[in-house]
């Protein structure tokens, strides 16, 4: 293990060696959510690097913060934002527990839309409404996706009781 591994860990998958900048901004960003300091944190979801945008909105969820609902809603419908970080922000409002978006998680794993993304729905509605009618309506949608992990997916969350 490094000492870049060592000082902040599950950093390396993003930082070489060499380049330890944005390691520091991972725990940057974690910390900002357990200090309290929100609005900075949600700030970062406009960060011109995609990956900085994927950890706030991880580091959001995580710290239930209620506030940057807005902001991850328009992460989740920006057609031209990077998958991973849509998806993110997909799981981020399913921590939030965010019901008033069930309509964008849903209208967002649509046919044309990337496989993680359809995941990310998946867990997200299923964390926040299993019984709800946009999460059976998405999961019976997503049983015959063509992408066979969504589509297995969809299956065990219909079996498991989310969606049915």
């Given at each position: 293990?490094?000492?870049l591994a060592?000082?902040a860990?599950?950093?390396?998958?993003?930082c070489p060696v060499y380049?330890?900048?944005?390691?520091?901004?991972?725990?940057?960003?974690?910390?900002?959510?357990?200090?309290?300091?929100?609005?900075a944190?949600?700030g970062?979801?406009?960060?011109?690097?995609s990956?900085?945008r994927?950890?706030?909105?991880?580091?959001?969820?995580r710290h239930?913060?209620r506030?940057?609902q807005?902001?991850?809603?328009?992460?989740?419908?920006d057609?031209s934002?990077?998958?991973?970080v849509?998806?993110?922000?997909?799981?981020a409002?399913?921590?939030l527990?965010a019901?008033?978006?069930?309509s964008?998680?849903?209208?967002?794993?649509?046919?044309d839309?990337?496989?993680e993304?359809k995941l990310?729905?998946l867990?997200?509605?299923?964390?926040?409404?299993?019984?709800?009618p946009?999460t059976?309506?998405?999961?019976?949608?997503?049983?015959?996706?063509?992408?066979?992990?969504?589509?297995?997916?969809?299956?065990h969350?219909?079996?498991t009781?989310c969606?049915?």
């Open positions: 293990m490094t000492l060592l000082l860990p599950g950093c390396a998958i993003y380049a330890t900048s944005g390691c520091v901004e991972v725990a940057k960003l974690d910390g900002l959510g357990a200090q309290g300091r929100h609005e944190l949600i970062y979801l406009d960060d011109e690097r990956w900085v994927e950890e706030a909105a991880k580091a959001l969820g239930h913060v506030a940057a807005p902001a991850l809603r328009a992460r989740l419908n057609g934002e990077r998958r991973y849509r998806a993110e922000a997909a799981r409002l399913g921590r527990g019901r008033d978006t069930t964008d998680l849903r209208a967002a794993a649509r046919a839309a990337a496989p993304l990310a729905v867990e997200a509605l299923c964390t926040m409404d299993p019984a709800g946009d059976q309506a998405t999961v019976q949608g997503l049983v015959t996706d063509e992408d066979v992990l969504v589509a297995s997916a969809a299956k969350r219909q079996g009781g969606g049915s």
